[in-house]
């Protein structure tokens, strides 16, 4: 049963006061207290301020503290975001807050089609500094018109990682120009693959996956996916020839069927299930940290195939920006050989300054590698990476293609019949 | 716990018995519309332009920066010939049937359990609901981790016990398992402490009559228990299914954006998030989440009138 | 307390309760153990379970690299902003639709429910625009308005309104010449008091852990959320797990609190102000 219990007279009046003041009151003052901001201005005391973007790890912090002692008129803002892509494209789509300065990943030639939000950076004397740098690096940079956007900031030449004991277990050899000189071509790759599976019974394997077979062919490749005139090469003889290759690692079983950068490849590569892998300079911490208990078991050679690139950003200034001069002198001593330099010691930022790659400070034997002086390989595969042209799809239809060599991998798929549908894949993209 | 005679605090008024004079119908409903209101008024202002925009971007072709371009029904007709679609949306299904169906259960029967439990309830409620507070980025790890082919948890319990390894993150249907156990593991908790609160509501007289008349524990659940629970239910049946609908997280973080290996693992808001976010096909992917909106709709829809069939 | 059955019926519920328990303890628990410990360690196989004692050293890594207090702070109040009013707003509208009758009230509600299957992707830029224009873009206001009342929370306060706030009482209530405000605070809050403190934990926490839609809107480092200063620490080649894991830690642990406070306030028993009838 329901007892209501009167109270006094009169306390209902204080209730009714003090929640009709809260329900009021409350949310006026937090709505309030919540348009409180702070606004950014542009100009401080007479300095010229500037807003800089980056993604964690991929500008020295030490560097950037150091430009206001450089530039004692300028004011870096400089800003690190993460989702970094959504970020940038809803600001400059809403057309606000637009930074001065901004990092651009490997996927720069995705805002090619777009390339009317950045400034051309010829026009504020690029060209000026252009010999100091990795020619490859700095074509990467200009959209298809000839329009610089991206000044060239770190790259990613690929080499071969591999085990020179499971490599000593096929009878192949363990120095690294020794294995140069007996792995030259893919198929030299496969065909000790397939000596390195039969001495170990199955244990190891040559390489991760047909993928990395495949994007490290990419890599070296100096035509893609498209043309400067954006057309569409993906079912041309040299990405068939990429593809096949992918395919018959498969076939011969030479492969550990782990993709890369999962849980199960930092497994494998703990435990010798993966003997080799090609890959980029970066690769050197993603294995450092995922198996850390075989320190000293790798090295490095030059990769099968040749010289390769994977990776890699640029700096950009944004039509945004309204002091462009300024902005591209930030820009030209950020990515100064001199502070390239220290962004390898600090954070193993391969440099695209071609002074750098022979500077000693670059050069020291690394425990992890047997003490092996892995730059050197690394800096020998920058000088020679080849011209090429990523169109702004590229990534997006070669994508298709690792997704269906998957299927042929994990899932048995026909080559033939996941070719064709990687083509339809490709083309339904581009429709969209 | 509960007394049988609760006491509410109610303000003494002198009863004042003289005739109410007939209000306007306006004034008589103005303070329920005015407590709707808020809602309303924050939809039409932040609300509805996003949705025309997002209306208008469906018939457009856009980067998310440039200019756009109109394609018409293009995008929808593209999206709805797409296999890989139509694999998002059966993968989808099947997901939903896999975990949000167990999910409930088991949090109906937590719920049922915990609250007649006397000690250390409070300790298990905190515990019930950590799986929707840990980060996202550490779910990622972890399960990552937990699902690994060679060394993860789950594989090494299994082999030891002699059973088979499961490829979590290869196979076809072992990735929809991986990524319904991950669902049940994050939700059911959740929805075991909705439940809970719903099951303060129902007085104790209520199950103390039924302990009077005999009914066992299992008579209590089904008789009493389900029925003044119903509307609870309801709630999480339809919040589970446009959850479980829009199913985005959990895949994404165990098998990436594609849905890993043959697109086992795709949902439909993975491969809307894949096509505008990750591909920049804004156009597209607006087409593609109108395309989600409907088929959620409908479905939430027959699950609505499920509910409510039940109920008369 | 309603008693169940036997001895050995109460161990099988006491059991599965218990895994239930661990299982949903395990991750927060690796987390942990990952905060203490380096970033090799995190990747060690088969994995560390065990703590280290690497934590002060992550978190001291943590607070140089982010400003962690003033982001917190700013976590803090947008969170406790939307979590009140959205527990104002919410119950008024769902005790409203749940109790009373009005023209127009069925449609009404089957839009509000038709607008949480809504996408809301594709919007953060048309959002982001209507924000600018506003000139809310700098303050903590495009994070509060939009979330200040959902229809969700409505949903959910309707639904446990239906079987939680008796008529007699509204009747009683409307006897005694109670206007709609005062019904809604002195017979259907206290009835609400579970409902409400669930939908709050879960405002809080949501509003905590929003991520996307503050990074976009968040120009100025100073008014960073703390999800959003915790995600620049991610790398795009590497990462220091174990430094993100201290951080991710530190930023769980007011929610735990939270859920403390908001539990024993309102799910665990009060014996003041419970409606029972």
Redesign the interface.
């Known amino acids: 049963?329901?007892?209501?219990?009167?109270?006094?007279?009169g306390?209902?009046h204080g209730?009714?006061r003090s929640?009709?003041g809260v329900?009021l009151l409350?949310?006026l003052l937090?709505?309030s207290?919540?348009?409180?901001?702070?606004?950014?201005s542009n100009n401080t005391g007479g300095k010229i301020s500037l807003t800089l973007w980056y993604?964690?790890?991929?500008i020295d912090d030490n560097v950037i503290k150091a430009v206001s002692q450089h530039f004692p008129n300028i004011v870096l803002n400089a800003?690190?975001?993460?989702?970094y892509?959504?970020?940038v494209?809803?600001?400059?789509?809403?057309?606000?807050?637009v930074p001065d300065i901004m990092g651009i990943?490997a996927n720069i030639s995705?805002?090619f089609?777009?390339e009317?939000?950045f400034v051309d950076l010829r026009q504020l004397g690029a060209d000026q500094v252009k010999s100091q740098y990795l020619g490859w690096k700095w074509n990467l940079g200009i959209a298809p018109d000839g329009k610089q956007i991206g000044f060239p900031m770190d790259t990613g030449p690929t080499a071969l990682f591999y085990r020179p004991d499971i490599f000593a277990q096929a009878g192949l050899p363990t120095d690294p120009q020794a294995v140069a000189a007996r792995i030259k071509t893919w198929d030299d790759y496969l065909q000790a693959g397939v000596q390195l599976k039969a001495a170990t019974h199955g244990k190891s394997y040559m390489i991760d996956s047909t993928n990395t077979i495949f994007t490290q062919m990419m890599a070296q490749s100096p035509t893609l996916f498209f043309d400067r005139a954006n057309h569409y090469l993906g079912d041309q003889a040299h990405i068939r020839q990429m593809w096949n290759e992918a395919v018959k690692a498969n076939t011969l079983g030479v492969t550990a069927k782990v993709?890369s950068s999962?849980?199960?490849w930092?497994?494998?590569v703990?435990?010798g299930l993966i003997a080799s892998f090609a890959g980029a300079v970066?690769m050197k911490?993603?294995l450092?940290?995922?198996?850390?208990?075989t320190a000293g078991k790798w090295r490095v050679a030059p990769a099968p195939g040749g010289a390769g690139n994977n990776?890699g950003s640029f700096l950009a200034v944004t039509t945004a920006c309204q002091y462009p001069k300024e902005a591209f002198a930030v820009i030209q001593w950020l990515q100064s050989p001199a502070n390239q330099l220290l962004g390898y010691k600090d954070l193993q930022l391969f440099p695209s300054a071609i002074s750098d790659l022979n500077n000693p400070g670059m050069h020291q034997p690394e425990a992890f590698f047997g003490r092996e002086d892995t730059t050197t390989i690394f800096a020998q595969s920058a000088r020679q990476v080849p011209l090429s042209y990523y169109g702004p799809e590229n990534d997006?239809v070669g994508?298709a293609f690792t997704?269906q060599l998957?299927?042929v991998e994990?899932?048995k798929k026909n080559p033939d019949q996941a070719w064709n549908t990687a083509q339809q894949?490709a083309q339904?993209?581009l429709?969209? | 716990m509960r007394s049988a005679?609760e006491?509410?605090?109610?303000?003494?008024?002198k009863v004042e018995r003289r005739a109410v004079p007939p209000r306007s119908k306006l004034r008589q409903y103005l303070p329920f519309y005015l407590s709707i209101a808020p809602y309303y008024v924050v939809f039409l202002a932040f609300g509805i332009i996003p949705i025309v925009f997002s209306i208008y971007l469906a018939f457009q072709?856009w980067?998310?920066?440039?200019r756009m371009q109109f394609v018409g029904l293009?995008?929808f007709v593209?999206a709805l010939t797409?296999p890989?679609f139509g694999k998002a949306v059966l993968n989808t299904f099947l997901i939903w049937i896999m975990s949000t169906i167990p999910m409930l259960f088991l949090a109906l029967i937590l719920a049922f359990f915990l609250d007649q439990r006397q000690r250390s309830k409070f300790a298990y409620q905190v515990c019930y609901f950590l799986p929707n507070i840990t980060s996202v980025v550490a779910i990622t790890l972890i399960f990552?981790?937990l699902?690994?082919?060679?060394?993860?948890l789950i594989n090494l319990t299994l082999t030891a016990l002699h059973l088979p390894a499961v490829q979590w993150?290869?196979g076809?249907w072992a990735m929809k398992w991986a990524i319904s156990i991950m669902v049940i593991w994050r939700w059911t908790g959740y929805n075991a402490l909705v439940y809970m609160a719903g099951l303060q509501s129902i007085p104790v007289e209520v199950y103390e009559a039924g302990r009077i008349d005999g009914a066992s524990t299992i008579d209590i659940f089904f008789r009493i228990t389900l029925p003044l629970l119903r509307p609870v239910i309801l709630f999480t049946v339809i919040s589970s299914t446009i959850g479980g609908l829009s199913l985005f997280t959990e895949p994404q973080v165990l098998l990436g954006n594609?849905g890993g290996?043959?697109?086992e693992g795709l949902t439909m808001s993975l491969y809307q998030y894949w096509?505008a976010?990750a591909?920049?096909?804004f156009?597209?992917g607006a087409a593609v989440s109108w395309i989600i909106f409907f088929i959620i709709l409908a479905f939430t829809l027959l699950n609505w009138k499920i509910i409510q069939r039940g109920q008369n | 307390m309603v008693e169940y059955g036997p001895r050995y019926k109460r161990w099988i519920v006491d059991l599965i309760l218990l895994i239930g328990l661990l299982a949903s303890i395990f991750p927060f628990y690796w987390m942990i153990v990952m905060a203490t410990n380096t970033?090799?360690d995190i990747?060690?196989?088969p994995p560390k379970l065990i703590f280290g004692s690497y934590l002060l050293t992550n978190v001291a890594h943590v607070l140089q690299n982010i400003s962690f207090w003033s982001n917190f702070l700013n976590t803090a109040?947008?969170a406790c902003?939307v979590t009140?009013?959205q527990l104002?707003f919410c119950s008024l509208a769902g005790f409203t639709f749940a109790k009373f009758d009005f023209p127009l009230k069925n449609p009404l509600f089957v839009l509000l429910l038709g607008t949480m299957m809504l996408p809301s992707a594709g919007s953060?830029?048309a959002l982001?625009?209507i924000m600018?224009d506003l000139g809310?873009?700098?303050?903590?206001?495009p994070?509060?308005?939009p979330s200040?009342v959902t229809a969700f929370g409505i949903f959910w306060m309707r639904q446990y309104a239906l079987g939680a706030i008796?008529n007699?009482?509204i009747e009683?209530g409307r006897v005694d010449g109670m206007g709609h405000?005062?019904l809604y605070?002195?017979v259907a809050v206290p009835a609400l008091r579970p409902a409400l403190g669930y939908l709050g934990i879960l405002s809080f926490i949501t509003a905590w852990n929003d991520y996307?839609w503050p990074?976009?809107v968040l120009?100025?480092?100073?008014?960073y959320t703390l999800q959003?200063a915790l995600?620049?620490?991610?790398?795009?080649?590497?990462?220091d797990y174990s430094m993100v894991m201290a951080g991710t830690l530190m930023a769980t642990i007011p929610l735990i609190i939270i859920f403390f406070l908001g539990a024993r306030q309102f799910i665990a028993n009060l014996s003041a102000g419970a409606v029972k009838?």
Not at chain 1, 33 to 40: D, I, K, R, T, V
């Open positions: 049963m329901i007892h209501i219990v009167p109270t006094q007279p306390a209902w209730h009714r929640f009709l329900c409350l949310p937090l709505l207290l919540a348009s409180c901001g702070l606004q950014s993604w964690n790890n991929s800003q690190k975001i993460s989702d892509d959504t970020k494209r809803t600001s400059m789509a809403g057309h606000h807050d990943n995705t805002y089609p777009d009317d939000q993709q999962t849980q199960a930092n497994e494998a703990s435990n970066w911490q993603s450092e940290q995922s198996a850390p208990n990776g997006i994508g997704d998957n299927l994990f899932q894949e339904r993209e429709l969209r | 005679t006491t509410i605090v109610v303000p003494k008024r072709r980067d998310g920066i440039g293009s995008n593209l797409d890989v990552n981790s699902f690994g082919p060679q060394y993860g993150l290869t076809s594609n290996v043959g697109n096509q976010f591909s920049y096909h156009g597209y | 970033t090799s990747y060690r196989l109040f947008v902003t009140v009013l104002f953060l830029v982001f625009v600018a809310w873009i700098g303050t903590f206001l994070l509060i308005v200040m008796p007699e009482l009683a405000l005062r605070w002195h996307l990074l976009i120009i100025n480092p100073k008014l959003v995600a620049q620490l991610n790398g795009v080649y590497s990462t009838a």
